[in-house]
């Protein structure tokens, strides 16, 4: 691993600005960045390992999270605006004929949501996807 650490080394600075800044290769920035995701792997011994800062490391890390979390809401299927984050839970009661729940949710900006035709499969993924958004107050990453 130390041999290609040096060649990506060599790879991740491609030039200076004038006033000394380093300009970076994008594939090899990626490629850091997704190293130091990796369980286990201290951010700060990767960037003293590649001769950067590892604030700047920290920085790119923050900027690639953010970019894939956003990627996560745009795939949404239903994209939503609503401006408060907390949705207004209202008991249902089903009777013991009735062979299918009704599940729906009213938006404060008018927008309703009615997922009663959904499966378990489906409403599991939905679940999974909503909690992981920003505004869930998750801690995931």
């Known amino acids: 691993m ?3 650490d040096t060649e990506l080394s060599r790879r991740l600075v491609v030039g200076h600005r004038r006033d000394g800044r380093c300009c970076y290769d994008k594939a090899a920035k990626q490629e850091l960045i997704e190293a130091c995701l990796q369980p286990g792997i201290s951010i700060a011994g990767m960037a003293l390992r590649h001769g950067i800062n590892a604030n700047l490391l920290r920085t790119w890390i923050g900027k ?3 970019r894939r979390a956003a990627m996560v809401v745009m ?3 239903e994209p939503t605006t609503a401006t408060s984050a907390f949705v207004p839970v209202a008991e249902m009661k089903v009777s013991a004929k009735s062979s299918s729940v009704r599940i729906g949710a009213q938006l404060p900006n008018g927008v309703s949501l009615d997922l009663s ?11 999974h996807m909503l909690s992981a958004l920003p505004c869930s107050g998750s801690t995931q990453d």
């Open 2 to 4: 130390i041999e290609n």
């Open 75 to 77: 795939q949404s299927p």
């Open 117 to 127: 035709e959904l499966g378990l499969d489906e409403m599991s993924s939905i679940l």
């Open 64 to 66: 690639y999270k953010n």
